[in-house]
């Protein structure tokens, strides 16, 4: 390589710089590749030049990579992506919802019906009621007397100003019943019945309804008070055929249910 064409290399790459580090190291290079060494001085000054201009690269580049740095993305504000590996928290479905696995409003199931907690119907006579305490105020009176159509079974009710007292429904193949305490014969509408007897209880002065009632429903056709004598009260109910039936108490208020089946 001739030293001529070197030199105006290393001029031409210092004058294409921007910005010098330094006005007295740029003053210093142009002495260092200007002046003419002696002879046996050459190649260590040759070498102590291109560790300077090596220098001054390295710094003009730091210079220009901070000044054209590319900025760095900014994000909206109220946009921020969470951090590299962070776990995102995911929505928890309403309840209700396929994804939930539960059921609808809350969850919880409903209530059964207050027919699952009521007994079956049948054939055969059944009894029930409480029994009279000792030293009682005497017969519990009858308060109401009513008859009804629901699905699937005809309802007769007794209502009570007391805990219900015992009672017995018997089923019997005909509408034909006795009075108490006359004895004398009833007939009542359909072809079967149900006489009811309730013990300790009394329906004079306190029920003021019809003794003889006709509603005329599917089964239950008739219903009428047979007696009603010495703390005891009986019913019949005329049936339109031989039906299963269930007797059982509700309370609030106390009253004994007796539901023919259709």
């Not at 939930?100 to 027919?115: E, I, Q, R």
């Not at 519990?140 to 159509?149: M, N």
Request: proline share 10%.
């Amino acid at each position: 390589m001739q030293r001529r064409p070197f030199r105006d290399e290393l001029r031409d790459a210092f004058e294409a710089m921007s910005e010098p580090a330094h006005p007295a190291l740029a003053s210093r290079i142009h002495e260092e590749i200007w002046s003419r060494p002696a002879p046996g001085a050459r190649i260590p000054r040759l070498a102590a030049v291109l560790a300077v201009l090596v220098a001054v690269i390295v710094v003009v580049g730091l210079v220009l990579i901070g000044r054209h740095a590319i900025p760095g993305t900014t994000v909206p504000a109220g946009q921020g992506a969470p951090p590299s590996g962070a776990v995102t928290a995911q929505p928890t479905p309403p309840v209700g919802s396929p994804a939930s696995g539960t059921s609808p409003s809350g969850a919880t199931s409903p209530a059964p019906s207050a027919a699952a907690n009521l007994p079956g119907f049948s054939c055969a006579a059944q009894s029930g009621g409480t029994a009279p305490a000792a030293g009682g105020t005497g017969p519990v009176p009858v308060t109401g007397v009513r008859t009804g159509a629901q699905s699937g079974f005809d309802r007769f009710v007794i209502e009570f100003n007391g805990s219900v007292p015992q009672y017995e429904v018997k089923p019997q193949t005909s509408a034909r019943f006795v009075q108490d305490p006359s004895g004398l014969s009833a007939t009542l509408d359909g072809l079967a019945g149900l006489r009811v007897t309730v013990h300790n209880a009394q329906s004079h002065g306190s029920y003021s309804g019809a003794t003889d009632q006709r509603p005329a429903l599917n089964e239950l056709r008739e219903a009428r008070q047979l007696g009603d004598f010495e703390g005891v009260v009986t019913w019949g109910l005329g049936l339109t055929k031989t039906s299963c039936f269930r007797a059982y108490v509700l309370t609030g208020p106390s009253r004994l249910v007796i539901d023919v089946q259709q």
